[in-house]
T-cell receptor
């Protein structure tokens, strides 16, 4: 019963290419997040969204953009991929009520930029 | 700055008990989470502590001391399937999650 689905598990792209990472959740969650996970570092928040067509920058938004046209879908876009964006990208969602919400994560998209 | 510290790697024996520590320095505190992440898989929620004390959930327990900025995850009766990374995360005063780098737990037979 997969609840957060990331469209691609593994991608290999070239420097300068435009990259789309798609994430879909089926739990009717208001909140969606994009993180990157690198060895030796904690999860770092790229962008998040609390509602359709709404987006907020996280800690490391540079080089990324996002789109949330529908409640269930949150896309991460790398306009011009660079080698330092080689990483594991994790999408997550949580309910919209205030307070401490448990995140449900997707399995991740491992991106390699050559 | 905000900081979460946890050991990089730990090794334990099947059937034993292991304690994974997490210390934090954050701007405010609205709770602490533990997640488990098997290699190549999504992190999954284990526990949430917002008040001091021990929360027990089967073989797993989580402890919090807010005055010491300290938490631990206790795993009892270790099984091979407990081999995973364990992520500690603190919800700060702005309700943003600050993540530790994770502790890789290796279970040996």
């Amino acid at each position: 019963d997969v609840k957060v689905t990331q469209s691609s598990r593994y991608l290999v792209k070239r420097t300068g290419e435009k990259v789309f990472l798609e994430c879909v959740q089926d739990m009717d969650h208001e909140n969606m997040f994009w993180y990157r996970q690198d060895p030796g570092l904690g999860l770092r928040l790229i962008y998040f969204s609390y509602d359709v067509k709404m987006k907020e920058k996280g800690d490391i938004p540079e080089g990324y953009s996002v789109s949330r046209e529908k409640k269930e879908r949150f896309s991460l876009i790398l306009e011009s991929a660079s080698t330092n964006q080689t990483s594991m990208y994790l999408c997550a969602s949580s309910p919209g009520d205030s307070g401490a919400n448990v995140l449900t994560f997707g399995a991740g998209s491992r991106l390699t930029v050559l | 700055g905000q900081n979460i510290d946890q050991p990089t790697e730990m090794t334990a024996t099947e059937g034993a008990i292991v304690q994974i520590n997490c210390t934090y320095q954050t701007s405010g505190f609205n709770g602490l989470f533990w997640y488990q992440q098997h290699a190549g898989e999504a992190p999954t929620f284990l526990s949430y502590n917002v008040l001091d004390g021990l929360e027990e959930k089967g073989r797993f327990s989580s402890f919090l001391s807010r005055s010491k900025g300290y938490s631990y995850l206790l795993l009892k009766e270790l099984q091979m399937k407990d081999s995973a990374s364990y992520l500690c995360a603190v919800l700060d005063s702005n309700y943003q999650l600050i993540w530790g780098a994770g502790t890789k737990l290796i279970i040996k037979p």
